[in-house]
Every structure is written in structure tokens, then in C-alpha cells.
């Protein structure tokens, strides 16, 4: 069975004649007569009677026509979407660890396109999304960061996705904070400076693995811990809790505000500062396509430290 064989099938109910089907398939009477038949015989029904006044549907070939113009229509709307002269949008899509500077980026690079034409999407997700996301191919790039805490852990399952992360730059860890808090103001904040105020993280699911999480020191035991799962929402509680959490400090004020403060974290003997490795993971042995290079070109320069 051919898609052909049921276009001429389709054609030839519509119209109730072989003559007037075969004009409007431009096709000679014999050939199309003979595609039915071929069909009859590899299906082991009849499809149509014949008469001198045409062609009707028999029991079977009625019960067959609807089966028949859900597949062609799917055929065809296949072809009106990924066809030469197809509607379908190009798709680009981007997961990430919850980092401003990324949304940065992505706007930047998409003023660059006109977004009548593409499809792009960009997910602000949980640490295991973003590996499983460009993984499964649902996002080309995904943005995290590696350090001496997470990286065997992290490595592991980049390695088992089938993806290679690339390295973009280097940063030590700050204590992102509201600008009114009382350690706005400090030169740096050590851990035990922190102890009366909320740490705010990220959540990772229930099941979820301390090398997930986008937190320095987050096994640490915190006296205090609010978990959100949104950017905005974690601004606000800086805000209105005096909470705070620990990052690589790269803030862009242009979408996040001024009202915030990145002070340098000091560490100490039990509270290391680990250096974060920011970068990006795509699928191995592939090419990015032209929307991923200029995002990663963005990326750079919001990241030039």
C-alpha cells in the first residue's frame, strides 16, 4: 500500500468516478484502474462497485476511506510543515541553571533574528534538566557550572548523556544579597557572618543529590534555608527576608535591577570557597547550529570578567 494508492482512492470516492478521478489525477484510466486493483488484491477486500453509472464504496471499501484520509492527511501535513515550501519554524532552545547573565545572553541573541521565523524556547530548570534536556535534544545548550564539589558527580552524568561541556570562565563564589542588608556593606562575608539570615536555594526534587545543587556549600548545615524554584521569587525573599545565596556573583542589573550586591565570599578552614567553572553542555560530536554559536557568543561577552 502507497500513499499514491490512497490519494487515488480518496480521489475517485470524492468524485464517484474513475473517468473524472483519473482527469484531475493526470493519470490514464488503465493506470489508475490498475492501482486499485493492485490495493483490492494486497488488502483482500473491494473497495468499489462498478456500474455504467460509476463507482459507489462497498461495505468495506466505506469502512476503509476514513482510515484512509486520516493517514493521507497526515501525509500532508507532514509536507505542510517540513516541505520545501513547509510553514515549520526553525527551533532553538536553550536549559540553564538560574543565571541572569544566561537570559542575557539569550536576548541578545535573539534581536538578532526575526522571531516571526524561529521558534525558540529558554528553560530555567533543575540542575538534572538541564543535562536531561540537551540530552534528549529538547534544548541545544545547556549552561551550569562545574566546580570541586559537583564535578565527579556532575562530569558522570554529562559523560552518560552522550554530552561534552565546554568551559566559558572561571569565577570565585560571592553572597548575593539585597543592597539594604546589613552585610551589604562588608568588604566580604564569611559563613559564621551568615548564620542569622535565610540561605535561599534553588530546589533540585525531592531525590536529588547534593552535586545538583547551584549552591556552593550546600552541604553544609544551614541554620536557615527557604527552597524556591524561581529567580523572581528568590529576589523578593532577599528583600523581604534579608535571605541571601551564594553565586558566582555576575549580576546583570539590566534585568535583575540594582538593588542587589554580590560581596565576596570568605572562606575558612571548615568552609571552603570553591572556584565555579562556569560552561556549557551540548550533544557530542555535533554542530551548533547558527542561533547556538551566536548564543555562545553572548555568553562570552556577558561572562568577560
Not at 572562606?267 to 551548533?288: C, K, P
Request: glycine fraction near 8%.
Amino acid at each position: 500500500m502507497t500513499l499514491t494508492q490512497l490519494k487515488y482512492i480518496i480521489t475517485i470516492a470524492r468524485t464517484g468516478s474513475i473517468n473524472k478521478a483519473a482527469e484531475q489525477l493526470y493519470i490514464s484510466q488503465p493506470s489508475l484502474t490498475g492501482a486499485v486493483q493492485e490495493l483490492e488484491k494486497e488488502l483482500g477486500i473491494t473497495l468499489f462497485q462498478r456500474s455504467s453509472r460509476g463507482v459507489t464504496l462497498t461495505g468495506e471499501g466505506a469502512d476503509f476511506l476514513p482510515y484512509a484520509r486520516q493517514l493521507f492527511g497526515q501525509y500532508e501535513s507532514i509536507l505542510e510543515r517540513y516541505g520545501k515550501d513547509g510553514s515549520r519554524k526553525k527551533k532553538f532552545g536553550v536549559s540553564t541553571q538560574h543565571y541572569s547573565f544566561a537570559v542575557k545572553a539569550f536576548v541578545e541573541m535573539a534581536k538578532k533574528f526575526d522571531m516571526s521565523k524561529y521558534e525558540f524556547a529558554l528553560r530555567e530548570t533543575r540542575t538534572a534538566e538541564v543535562i536531561r534536556d540537551v540530552g534528549t535534544l529538547r534544548s541545544e545548550i545547556g549552561v551550569l557550572y562545574l566546580c570541586d564539589f559537583n564535578r565527579k558527580g556532575l562530569e558522570r552524568m554529562i559523560r552518560l548523556s552522550g554530552l561534552v561541556f565546554h568551559h566559558l570562565a572561571d569565577c570565585r563564589a560571592y553572597v548575593y544579597l539585597w543592597k539594604g542588608h546589613p552585610l551589604a556593606g562588608e568588604p566580604y562575608v564569611c559563613f559564621e557572618q551568615l548564620a542569622d539570615y535565610p540561605c535561599l536555594m534553588f530546589e533540585q526534587g525531592d531525590d536529588s543529590s547534593f552535586y545538583l545543587a547551584e549552591e556552593i556549600l550546600s552541604d553544609k548545615e544551614y541554620p536557615q534555608v527557604i527552597r524556591t524554584n524561581d529567580r523572581a521569587t528568590m529576589l523578593n525573599l532577599m528583600k523581604g527576608l534579608n535571605g541571601y545565596t551564594l553565586c558566582s556573583g555576575i549580576i546583570c542589573e539590566e534585568l535583575n535591577g540594582n538593588e542587589f550586591a554580590a560581596v565576596p565570599f570568605q572562606d575558612d578552614e571548615e568552609n571552603r570557597n570553591s572556584v565555579m567553572e562556569i560552561g556549557y553542555v551540548v550533544r557530542e560530536n555535533t554542530f551548533l547550529s547558527e542561533m547556538g554559536e551566536l548564543y555562545v557568543r553572548e555568553l562570552e561577552r556577558c561572562l568577560e570578567l
